[in-house]
């Protein structure tokens, strides 16, 4: 499902000036890079089915990682295979089978409620009506989202609009659902409820 084999990504970035007039100078003719390593030979393989979290402490390489899975961004070196795809060289084809939700990024639409959002996605994905129907069904129910399925997103709570974007990572049945700090900011409660819908629903796509 997923296989990650010897990754590493590194970022170049401008090295801090040296004091002094002299060296100010030259630095508005030539400026000095140095490279910065944020995920260092890193491999590991993901089984379908499974549900698997990716710890450590802030800096730790957790987000870029995930964008270079979903192929937002491309690896420096190594090779990441989901699905048979390489995400960095076909983006397209690769979203169409995963979700990704960045809890610092919304990915929906501001000023338009969120039934509306989801058949701008149902679009995008060029979901099935009827596939389309079920999910969004079975989303609000799961998701106890009927009290504000038609206000727009901008009116929303932080917990109700998490739970907004969740929903709208799910709408084309991906295959794969990727995570980037889904609960940032919600309180024990939300967090509680968000983790036993993700358990409910890998049950509820491991049914025959």
Known sequence: MI???DVSKAYRVNRPRESGWLASAQSLFSRAYEWKTAVSDLSFHIKEGELVGFIGPNGAGKSTT???????????SG???TNGIEPSRDRKRNAMHIGVV????????WDLPMEDTFRLFQRMYRIEPDV???NVEFMVELLEMKGFYRTPI???SLRQKMRANLAASLLHDPKILYLDEPTIGLDVIAKTNI???LKELNAEKKQP
Request: aromatic share 12%.
């Open 195 to 197: 983790r036993r819908f």
């Open 132 to 134: 389309f129907r079920r």
């Open 154 to 156: 901008r009116q929303l």
């Open 66 to 76: 995930v964008k270079m899975l979903s192929g937002v961004l491309t690896p420096t």
């Open 102 to 109: 960045f809890g610092q990024r919304s990915q929906l639409y």
């Open 3 to 5: 296989e990650v084999h």
């Open 79 to 81: 090779r990441i295979l």
